[in-house]
């Protein structure tokens, strides 16, 4: 196998199920890949949106197997590199796995976020929090499974949030929060 394999997926298409043998890592260059894992009650929930630029499977580095579905949101191409010359980069260059090692902090710092998120109550409160920290990424129900939210709620509090002035809809599915100093809230 090559240490660096280009895939390209279309809108749907897997580029690892749960439970398959681990072969790699990857990046984004273009699209957006949900990682979800079904729980053992059939729920699926999403745990990563991957935008271009980000890595995943990083636990598959020391995994036989993969712990969730990697689904393509859209048309995406990705980079694949081969678990064997990770762990051999991992131990012969010292940059390589500080690089590694700080990215792997920063996955740690917003899983916290995330757990931080989930402590939230109020979904209106937890939506609003999570819009600000940029969470919504993807669709609303991915952000909605990823925020712990059913996306019927998660559309509520969306709604609300934007009678109220707090959040602002800049697209489909797409919001921002209220710039400061906007005096068209209460």
Same mark, same amino acid.
């Given at each position: 196998?090559?240490s660096?394999?280009n895939?390209?997926?279309?809108q749907g298409?897997h580029?690892f199920?749960?439970?398959d ?11 957006n890949?949900?990682l979800?894992?079904v729980? %053992?009650?059939g ?6 949106n991957?935008?271009? #630029?980000?890595?995943f499977?990083? $636990? @598959?580095?020391?995994s036989?197997?993969y712990?969730c ?6 048309s995406?191409?990705?980079?694949r ?7 051999l980069?991992l131990?012969?260059?010292s940059a390589?796995s500080?690089g590694?090692t700080k990215?792997l902090a ?8 995330l757990?931080?998120l989930h402590a939230?109550?109020?979904?209106? %409160?937890?939506?609003l929090?999570?819009?600000?920290l940029?969470?919504l990424? #993807?669709?609303?129900?991915?952000? $909605? @499974?990823q925020i712990?939210?059913t ?16 959040l602002v809809k800049?697209?489909r ?7 400061r ?6």
């Open positions: 196998m090559n660096l394999s895939l390209c997926y279309a298409g580029v199920r749960q439970g043998p681990t072969n790699g890592i990857f990046f984004i260059k273009s699209g890949v949900c979800t894992r729980t %053992e009650s729920n699926a929930v999403t745990i990563h991957a935008q271009p #630029g980000d890595m499977a990083e $636990a @598959s580095i020391y036989d197997h712990h579905d990697a689904i393509c949101s859209c995406s191409e990705v980079v590199v081969s678990k064997r010359a990770i762990l980069r131990e012969d260059d390589f500080e590694i990215r920063m996955q740690v710092q917003d899983y916290r976020q757990l931080t939230v109550k109020s979904a209106n %409160e937890r939506v929090l999570a819009v600000a940029g969470k990424t #993807g669709s609303v129900t991915q952000f $909605a @499974s712990g939210l996306k019927e709620a998660c559309y509520r509090a969306l709604k609300d949030l934007s009678e109220q002035g707090l800049t697209g599915g797409s919001y921002a929060p209220t710039p100093g906007n005096d068209s809230h209460p």
